[in-house]
């Protein structure tokens, strides 16, 4: 059982809620939605922000590893009219789960993982050609986000020109890092980025 197997029946706190309401917001501002598309959320967790942009976009195929965090997700699926699905996924190992994607959204997942190019290679390959991702996480922090001895975290954040350069190796064009939300924790305010970025429509 993975550390995000326990904290799944507790995820859903009103701060985590807001932030993904947030998140959802800046992704409808930066990129146009229509009801035509297919999503996909990746490391979606509980679907907080999946289930945001649900009656933004067509489908909505909500993934993450963690089988306690998408038990909680599936609780909440009887009112999408079978819109919005929960699969077991993990970016770095699996085949895709359908697709190709319109759109791939992400909240707090990328520092997660190690190696960020080919993290970002693996969302670009779940896009259609022409298809856009965005992916917010924190920006640049000391490491007190975390508590001690939290697991599984491989960055401190990112520094959001060293994401874009990182995009763009990746294979995306027309790279936008902005600033999303803030949170605050603990009297202390973590910036969050929002990378946005295309699959290029030819050749990419
Ligand atoms: C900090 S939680 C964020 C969950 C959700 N996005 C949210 O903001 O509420 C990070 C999530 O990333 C998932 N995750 C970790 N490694 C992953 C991988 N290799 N592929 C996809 N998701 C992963 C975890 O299972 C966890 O649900």
């Known amino acids: ?47 907080l922000l999946g289930l945001e942009l649900a009656s933004d976009v067509g489908d909505v195929v909500l993934t993450d590893p963690s089988e306690g965090m998408l038990d909680v997700a599936r609780e909440k699926l009887p009112g999408s009219a079978g819109r919005v699905q929960a699969v077991r996924f993990d970016l770095l190992r699996d085949e895709p789960p359908g697709g190709p994607f319109d759109l791939a959204v992400s909240m707090l997942v990328l520092h997660h993982l190690p190696d960020t190019r080919q993290a970002l290679e693996a969302v670009a390959g779940l896009l259609r050609p022409g298809g856009m991702a965005a992916i917010a996480d924190l920006e640049t922090e000391d490491g007190s986000f975390h508590d001690e001895g939290a697991e599984g975290i491989h960055h401190q954040g990112f520094d959001p020109a060293a ?42």
């Open 1 to 47: 059982m993975s550390g995000f197997d326990e904290r799944a029946r507790t995820w859903d706190t009103p701060e985590r809620r807001e932030r993904a309401a947030e998140v959802a917001a800046a992704i409808r501002e930066a990129v146009p939605l229509d009801g035509s598309m297919r999503a996909i959320d990746i490391g979606a967790g509980t679907g």
């Open 163 to 204: 994401l874009a350069h990182d995009a763009e190796a990746a294979g995306f064009e027309a790279v936008r890092v902005g600033r999303a939300i803030e949170l605050e924790r603990d009297g202390r305010r973590y910036p969050v980025l929002l990378l946005v970025a295309r699959r290029p429509a030819r050749g990419g």
